[in-house]
């Protein structure tokens, strides 16, 4: 039972989360929708920019796959989004082998990792902008069809709210579930000290473009239920820089590597933007992308374990555990 | 048991070994020794696959290490504690331990293995659930030394495993080393700490700008004119004059 405990608060807490929109305005139930699209792509995100340490900035690619596969299929074939999903899903892992496969084979790390998937997601915005199949710069627009549970859609916002609150769920716990398991440690050593982790039988290649494909395919079904719920999916919007920026932003807030993090920096941040858009957006456009930069400027500088990091210390300072975050001598100890 | 022939290795315009050839055989302690850049780490790093060789092959009980990536040479009994630990700070020490047991040959054995290093490690067991960087330094070297038996290795290869420890904990250290080998293990050790080192070698080789320049028994190479003047330096000689 001591195994399967640690699912349990998430567990818990989600399904408290469940009773949130029935006392909620829609605009809130709103509000709650994003948080948890954003809470969900940034986990997905998380386990190879967090645990592995490979900071993609290009996820819009693996995002715009999944949507643009389902809403493609929906409209030419009639195909459910539930099992374009899974298609999209698909397509995203060979993409992410591939990208994985690319840049980490050639020893790319740090920025000039993340400089090859901005110009990859960039890429494929031109690529579908001149795709005519895929509605080329206008985009796919999912067809109306009222509520529709086969084709995942509905009228009101409550259905779409339990499905991205299940999927969100699912991230949380695979992120925990990596925590303990052996590829999670090897994810971990990676990030860590990635000489070592090969030095000590770790295959640091192929765990890196395991993290990637498993990170692209969870964003790829981000990416179907953002075209289903906005029912409407263009090259920027999908593919662009800023829901690849936008991604990794909550999980940098929130905490990098850690289960909660990307979700406590969407819960946090996604409403403050929101409420900037509104009440500003009118006179001062972009408000809320300026607090974006501030608050990532102000987390890097006094926080840089985001806010779940923090909180951990600060918990560790007040229980006098073990104090993990007093820096003591580094382990590289020694002249080299 | 493994055998070096003729290796040279280059670092873009730098050669920093020339033909080295070594031999180390089961259930022997052999000693690396030199300076700083005499290329001691390099021809380890080799060994391990983290550098290539431009010349020569490594073979390990007859399997060519070669050309073998250094996750596959681990899995085959050839691991390291490399220079300076490189633990994984922010992982605790019981982490720490099982990243080295995570390979597939390791892992059927890897609750002894963990028993195993507990028991010559008591103070690991200690502070388990302590991240790595808070031990001290001697305690980091003994978590490199326990992460690196828990891959199960038949030979141990250990880069500079006294560097930067007081001289109680190098004490230690060595001590660690003879109980390792007396429980069966094969050790190649690198070392500055030339004196301390070549009294518990079977055998040593010492390296000078890349090439072997004197091998022997641990005593002969200890006794040698060569290195005593080189190295040691006589221990009455110095303050005479």
């Known amino acids: 039972m001591r195994r399967y405990r640690e699912f349990l608060i998430p567990v818990v807490v989600f399904g408290l989360a469940g009773f949130l929109p029935l006392f909620l305005k829609t605009y809130y139930v709103h509000i709650g929708i994003l948080i948890l699209i954003w809470a969900y792509l940034a986990t997905s995100w998380n386990i190879l920019g967090g645990y592995a340490g490979q900071h993609s900035l290009g996820h819009g690619l693996y995002m715009g796959i999944g949507a643009y596969a389902s809403t493609y299929l929906a409209l030419n074939f009639g195909l459910t989004p ?12 060979a993409a992410g082998w591939f990208v994985g496969y690319a ?4 020893g790319l790390k740090g920025a000039y990792f993340a400089l090859v998937t901005i110009a990859l997601a960039e890429a494929a915005v031109y690529v579908v902008s001149n795709w005519k199949a895929m509605g080329g710069a206008a985009g796919l627009e999912v067809k109306y069809l009222g509520t529709n549970p086969f084709m995942m859609q509905f009228d009101g916002k409550l259905p779409y709210f339990y499905i991205i609150l299940v999927m969100t769920l699912l991230a949380v716990l695979t992120a925990q579930w990596l925590n303990r398991r052996r590829f999670g440690y090897r994810l971990i ?5 990635e000489e070592a982790a090969e030095a ?6 192929g765990t890196k473009i395991n993290a990637n494909v498993l990170s692209a395919v969870m964003t790829a079904a981000g990416g179907t239920f953002f075209a289903q719920y906005f029912t409407y999916v263009g090259p920027r919007v999908v593919f662009g820089e800023m829901v690849s920026v936008q991604i990794l932003l909550f999980a940098i807030i929130g905490g990098l590597g850690t289960v909660w993090g ?8 996604v409403p403050v933007a929101e409420i900037a858009r509104a009440e500003l957006g009118t006179q001062f456009q972009g408000a809320h992308l300026l607090l974006y930069g501030g608050v990532l400027v102000f987390t890097m500088l006094f926080m840089p374990k985001g806010i779940v990091g923090l909180v951990k210390s600060v918990r560790s300072r007040i229980w006098k555990t073990p104090d993990d975050s007093v820096s003591a001598p580094a382990p590289e100890g020694g002249a080299s | 048991m493994l055998n070096v022939e003729n ?3 280059q670092y873009s315009a730098f050669k920093a070994l020339h033909g080295v050839s070594i031999k180390v055989e089961q259930g022997q302690i052999v000693s690396i020794v030199g300076a700083n850049g ?44 490399p220079e300076g630990r490189k633990l994984f700070p922010d992982m605790t020490v019981q982490e720490n331990l099982l990243v080295g047991g995570s390979h597939k040959r390791a892992r059927a054995g890897r609750g002894e293995a963990l028993t195993q290093v507990y028991d010559l490690f008591p103070k690991l067991m200690e502070r388990e659930k302590q991240s790595a960087r808070t031990l001290s330094g001697g305690e980091q070297q003994m978590l490199a030394i326990g992460r690196a038996m828990m891959s199960q290795p038949k030979i141990l290869m250990m880069d500079e495993p006294s560097l930067g420890l007081a001289p109680i904990v190098v004490q230690s250290i060595f001590a660690v080393v003879q109980e390792l080998r007396n429980r069966g293990l094969t050790v190649l050790l690198v070392e500055q700490n030339i004196r301390h080192s070549l009294q518990i070698s079977d055998y040593a080789y010492v390296l000078e700008t890349g090439a072997v320049a004197l091998e022997g028994t641990g005593a002969s190479v200890l006794a040698d004119d060569h290195t005593k003047a080189a190295y040691i330096g006589s221990p009455t000689g110095s303050e005479a004059h």
């Open chain 1, 82 to 93: 539930w099992v374009g999903m899974f298609v999209g899903m698909a397509f995203a892992a």
């Open chain 1, 189 to 193: 050593a990676v990030r860590e000290n």
């Open chain 2, 38 to 81: 005499a290329g001691k780490s390099t021809l380890i790093n080799t060994v391990s696959g983290l550098l290539r060789p431009t010349e020569g092959s490594i073979t390990f009980e007859g399997v060519e290490l070669t050309t073998m990536s250094a996750h596959e040479i681990v899995r085959h009994g050839v691991v390291q504690v």
């Open chain 1, 200 to 205: 000590m039988g770790v295959n640091t290649l």
């Open chain 1, 103 to 106: 840049t980490f084979r050639y």
């Open chain 1, 262 to 269: 990307p979700l406590v920096g969407a819960v946090i941040l």
């Open chain 2, 7 to 9: 290796l040279s290795v």
